[in-house]
């Protein structure tokens, strides 16, 4: 009896989209059809076309599973009938919305329970699901679109899943979707235009699901390689590694690596510190926790791993990881030191690292900094001389064992020759000191191992003096012109670096962007200090870099910039007469970049001012011609009143109302000149206080004298109370309403609608009228514009200013956009008000 074979499990696949309406459904049922075409076996086990003509449509045709119709709390509810898809167990079946929940009762709590039972029985399932339901970005599509979603999914489902598409569709082209009714229905449109279907956030929804299917693709990518024993680097994503000593350059490399990674769209920051396998290595502890915390906010993760071999570990993590760049520092040791000791592990991770590009980055740690060479004191420095000592000492016995084994009568003159050019050398390496050294020390020599009598120092004739005073002499003529030759090279080297100092500081002057900062650390890395700070004749920080040193070593020059002269204060070791000129010159450089910096400061409050006097003339301008209406009115009115006395009682009543409406609009127009001026000198009266919308949006309503046939209003009962002053926010509203009443056709009634996105309350005006071209839009708040309105009855132009800055002084923003269809909508944004301490006032 053979066991019974257990049936294959189904494949899953899963159409993942950023928001509803961009086609998932649609999608799945074109592929069901292709299927089905295929002479594959394809039912509906559940679809849900939310009444959209074109998905319905793609239905026909295909076999659909009966669906089961359950009871919840007297509502009859649809779901899908698991039983009649096992009973009739189709190749492929269709469900839709793979994030459901169940009505209470059901087999299952969730849809995606009810699809592995079909996965499990060997049913290949084609689903859909939307980015906001997967339980890992929950969170984060709640502070992008403000809305909780209730029904989520764990990730490990979709993860298993044996094929995932992205159905994508760009925000724009959805939200044209929506505003041609394809998604949701005609009363529905402007609410979720104006809410979750906000381009911003379509925007972030389309991101967050391709960054989360490529990382998807990404650990199907590692999984691949490692079954297939694949062990180099596929560069499919850029991923920088960064290598921390925990030392001082630790900062300078992190954000090195960050730009290498934002320059292509998904990069990956990776910082890795290699400890040794005893812990004694030298690190700063408090070092690398800050450079961990710097690593999280640019966006990273922090790798601690264990090794003795500093290369091979770092390179063989940059290959675990799949890096493609692998940035360094340069080694902080001296050249002394790698002359010594080698090339180090900057040239060991080059060697080893393969097909990873490596960058090794320059600090101001770096042994060996670039910085102005110092030409005080010796022409050679004294690791020169030093080493000049060691040839000396090393090589002046060595040449002499080998001479003495092999000596004979005839090799006199090679000998001498041998113990000059050991001379020569050691003056070419180290100068005089080392050459005088190796001049009498080579002289005893040969006279105590090669001049007969041999192993005594004896001078038995004139010329042995002599030539001993010959080596003497050629020592020291080399050495006088090696001296002469390496202060000319430093005086060079000192010349070019700083013209290159001198260049690079006229270039920061020239382009004006944070040149005193700029100046300030070319100061600092030029003359090898450790701090440098700029400082106001009040004692402000203007720039500085680098750290002040402790026991105050310091050095003060004053800056000749104007009326308050500033103090440059250099921290390190004293400067030498060379650097003090130089210094002399960058602080001449510093001075006017700190008058740059000052008459590009004036100009920009000559720019305001310039400004205000076009706003002034523009005011005098709207104060000649509509102030001038109302004023000549009121004033003939009131002639007339005074001077004739035959007036017949409603020639009377007439003048009296002219004489009234005149006044009245007169008083309106000076109200509004005060409270734009009063907006403009930022000096409005704001009282804020919890408040809820409807109040002011009835007033404003009522204040117009419009009805239902004018403005519908769609308010959200349930909305929270925002923080603004009623009296402000309905001056707003009534300046809003009554331009989007002016401007709406005839036949048509201006929207006012609330609700809450996010922290804020927003209410929407909106009209169906002609709109304004999104190159205006910013021209429609400017003090005294009209858009092309030739009535003058309407005003100086100045209520949507006033609004505003109305909206603006409450914490909020007046933005216009787009009505789907044609016309303006008007979105007023307000805070919500803090809930109110409920504790204080139960003390109270």
């Known amino acids: 009896m053979t066991p019974e074979r257990m049936p294959r499990r189904g494949r899953l696949r899963v159409l993942l989209g950023a928001a509803p309406g961009v086609g998932k459904t649609f999608e799945m049922l074109v592929e069901g059809r292709r299927l089905l075409d295929e002479g594959r076996d394809v039912v509906i086990a559940i679809v849900e076309t939310h009444e959209r003509a074109a998905t319905a449509a793609q239905t026909i045709g295909i076999p659909e599973v009966p669906r089961r119709t359950d009871l ?61 339901h997967i339980e890992s970005l929950n969170a984060v599509v709640e502070k992008i679109t403000g809305i909780a979603q209730q029904e989520t999914i764990p990730d490990a489902v979709v993860r298993a899943a044996d094929e995932i598409e992205v159905v994508d569709l760009a925000p724009q082209s959805l939200r044209d979707r929506l505003s041609a009714g394809l998604v949701y229905p005609a009363e529905r449109i402007d609410a979720a235009l104006s809410n979750y279907f906000r381009l911003g956030n379509l925007t972030a929804l389309r991101e967050l699901a391709l960054l989360w299917l490529a990382d998807e693709v990404d650990s199907a990518l590692r999984s691949y390689r490692a079954d297939h024993g694949i062990e180099g680097t596929w560069q499919a994503r850029e991923r920088v590694v960064v290598a921390l000593t925990g030392g001082p350059e630790g900062e300078t490399l992190l954000r090195r690596g960050a730009r290498i990674a934002a320059r292509s769209a998904g990069g990956e920051l990776l910082a890795v510190h290699v400890a040794a396998q005893d812990g004694l290595r030298d690190e700063t502890p408090g070092a690398l926790a800050a450079q961990r915390s710097l690593v999280e906010s640019l966006g990273g993760s922090f790798h601690q791993i264990i090794g003795d071999d500093i290369p091979g570990t770092l390179v063989e993590f940059a290959h675990g990881a799949d890096a493609t760049q692998l940035v360094i520092g340069v080694s902080r040791r001296g050249r002394l030191a790698a002359a010594l000791t080698g090339p180090g592990i900057g040239s060991e991770v080059i060697r080893r690292s393969g097909d990873i590009d490596v960058h090794i980055v320059t600090h101001a740690a770096a042994g060996g900094r670039v910085a102005l060479p110092r030409i005080t004191g010796g022409a050679l420095g004294w690791r020169r001389q030093v080493l000049g000592f060691v040839i000396a000492l090393v090589v002046g016995p060595l040449l002499s064992w080998a001479m003495f084994a092999f000596r004979s009568p005839e090799s006199i003159t090679v000998e001498v020759l041998a113990f000059q050019l050991l001379v020569v050398i050691v003056a070419l390496v180290g100068g005089l000191r080392p050459a005088v050294f190796a001049a009498v020390l080579s002289g005893i020599t040969l006279d105590f191992l090669f001049v007969s009598p041999i192993f005594t120092i004896t001078i038995a004739h004139p010329l042995h003096v002599l030539a001993l005073a010959l080596y003497v002499v050629i020592a020291i003529l080399v050495s006088i012109i090696v001296d002469q030759a390496a202060r000319r090279a430093r005086t060079a080297q000192r010349a070019a670096a700083e013209a290159e100092l001198l260049a690079a500081v006229a270039g920061n002057v020239l382009r004006g962007d944070n040149a005193v900062l700029a100046l300030v650390s070319r100061t600092r890395e030029a003359f090898g200090l450790t701090g440098v700070r700029l400082l106001a004749a009040d004692g402000e920080v203007l720039a500085s870099d680098g750290e002040p040193v402790p026991d105050g070593r310091s050095t003060t020059i004053a800056v000749d910039s104007g009326p308050a002269p500033a103090v440059l204060e250099l921290h390190g070791e004293p400067l030498d007469t060379p650097a003090r000129r130089l210094l002399d010159a960058i602080v001449a450089q510093l001075a006017a970049a700190i008058e740059h910096t000052d008459l590009r400061a004036t100009a920009r409050e000559v720019a305001a001012l310039a400004e205000t006097d076009q706003v002034r003339s523009a005011l005098l301008s709207a104060v000649s011609h509509d102030l001038r209406r109302p004023l000549a009115s009121a004033v003939a009115a009131i002639g007339g009143l005074r001077g004739a006395h035959s007036l017949s009682a409603s020639d009377r009543e007439e003048l009296l109302a002219t004489a009234d409406e005149s006044l009245a609009t007169l008083s309106s127009l000076v109200t509004d000149l005060l409270d734009v001026s009063r907006v403009q000198a930022g000096v409005l009266a704001v009282s804020t206080m919890r408040l809820d919308v409807a109040g002011p949006v009835l007033a404003a309503v009522d204040e117009l004298g419009l009805g239902p046939s004018d403005v519908e209003l769609a308010l959200d009962a349930g909305l929270p109370a925002v923080s603004a002053d009623p009296v402000l926010l309905q001056r707003v509203l009534v300046n809003v309403i009554a331009n989007a009443h002016r401007h709406s056709p005839a036949d048509s009634r201006v929207i006012v609608s609330t609700s809450t996105i996010g922290d804020h309350v927003e209410i929407r005006v909106i009209d169906r009228g002609s709109g304004v071209p999104a190159e205006k839009r910013d021209e429609i708040f400017q003090p005294f514009q009209r858009l092309g309105d030739t009535d003058n009855t309407t005003g100086l132009g100045l209520g949507l200013a006033l609004s505003r800055g109305f909206a603006e002084g409450m914490g909020g923003t007046l933005t216009p956009e787009d009505t789907p269809g044609g016309g303006l909508t008007m979105v007023i944004s307000l805070p919500l008000a803090a809930e109110p301490d409920l504790t204080q006032e139960e003390t109270e």
């Open 72 to 132: 919840h709390r007297g509502v009859p509810l649809s779901e899908m009938d698991l039983d009649a898809v096992l009973a009739r167990h189709p190749e492929i079946a269709l469900v839709d919305e793979l994030a459901h929940t169940n009505t209470p009762g059901s087999q299952n709590a969730k849809r995606w329970q009810d699809v592995g039972i079909l996965l499990d029985a060997g049913i290949d399932v084609v689903t859909t699901v939307n980015v906001q």
